[in-house]
């Protein structure tokens, strides 16, 4: 039985290619240009039509998830592995570290990051919520030990690191994002 469609049945092998197809044209496109590249550009690198482009991602947030989607899995994991691997003082930062350097992946990507955090009907919404749930076990383990301040709020952790990508990307310099979060680490210090 082939993959499913959004509407549940079987997806048709050409249907599959053309999804898989428009994938990889927007990762192509969004590394080259940034996420606001117009959506039909997508469709023409791909080598499909704009209608093809709209029923598989009716929205730039589907397109974002589908791309996104297994780097997001991948920092879920890696937020579980340091629950266990590392001490307490510095899981929390290689973490951060991990998420910078995947927000800073496309230019522009910061920002539909942020807006997700708010926007349960986005389709970015489930993935980017498992991912911050886990980082946000982390930030309570590093609390539970007492290497971040008690009332550090896992929202505001993620607001501060994706406005370091953010400035990252706006004025880039080597070395900005280190230095920013750097910045970020001696501010949730307890006193």
């Known amino acids: 039985m082939g993959a499913a469609t959004t509407t549940g049945g079987p997806r048709r092998s050409d249907a599959r290619r053309n999804r898989e197809r428009l994938v990889e044209a927007a990762h192509r496109v969004f590394s080259a240009q940034g996420i606001d590249v117009p959506l039909d550009a997508i469709a023409r690198d791909s080598g499909v039509g704009n209608a093809t482009m709209y029923r598989n991602f009716p929205t730039r947030d589907a397109l974002l998830e589908a791309v996104l989607h297994e780097r997001l899995e991948g920092l879920t994991a890696t937020a579980e592995r340091l629950m266990t691997a590392t001490p307490t003082d510095t899981a929390l930062l290689d973490w951060l570290r991990e998420f910078l350097t995947y927000v800073q992946m496309y230019r522009g990507l910061p920002d539909p990051v942020m807006a997700t955090m708010r926007d349960s009907d986005s389709p970015l919404y489930a993935s ?64």
């Open 128 to 191: 980017c919520k498992q991912m911050r749930d886990a980082a946000a076990q982390l930030l309570v383990r590093a609390q539970t030990a007492g290497t971040v301040a008690a009332d550090i709020e896992a929202s505001d952790l993620f607001a501060h690191a994706t406005g370091i990508a953010w400035a990252a990307q706006r004025a880039p310099s080597p070395g900005r994002a280190d230095r920013l979060l750097a910045i970020l680490a001696n501010g949730i210090r307890p006193l």
